[in-house]
Nanobody
Framework: QVQLVESGGGLVQPGGSLRLSCAAS????????MYWARQVPGKEREFVAG????????SYADSVKGRFTISRDNAKNTVYLQMNNLNPEDTAVYYC????????WGQGTQVTVSS
């Protein structure tokens, strides 16, 4: 079965960095576009970044362009989100997702940006 497991979240000060990881299994990872999204309580989940199956094409939400970088390692079935220059507005639960017949989501990892 499809499994997506995020890790790497935590508490960081404004201006700091974190790298999130999402380990995938149960589908052909190298053939699948992968996404990161985030959600704040009381708000809808929002797109953060996406990456094509071999990593040649990437897209970002305007709010994270120039600060976040999505990447993937198809040998490790893992997608990453490098987050730099974090600010309190980036505080959210971050999810990775994959469209494999339907959209699958991981359980999420909490990112808190606070001094």
């Amino acid at each position: 079965q499809v499994q997506l497991v995020e890790s790497g979240g935590g508490l960081v000060q404004p201006g700091g960095s974190l790298r999130l990881s999402c380990a995938a299994s149960g589908f052909t990872f190298s053939g699948t576009v992968m996404y990161w999204a985030r959600q704040v309580p009381g708000k809808e989940r929002e797109f953060v970044a996406g990456i094509s199956n071999v990593g040649g094409n990437k897209s970002y939400a305007d709010s994270v362009k120039g600060r976040f970088t999505i990447s993937r390692d198809n040998a490790k079935n893992t997608v990453y989100l490098q987050m730099n220059n974090l600010n309190p507005e980036d505080t959210a639960v971050y999810y990775c997702s994959a469209d494999v017949g339907r959209t699958y989501w991981g359980q999420g990892t909490q990112v808190t940006v606070s001094s």
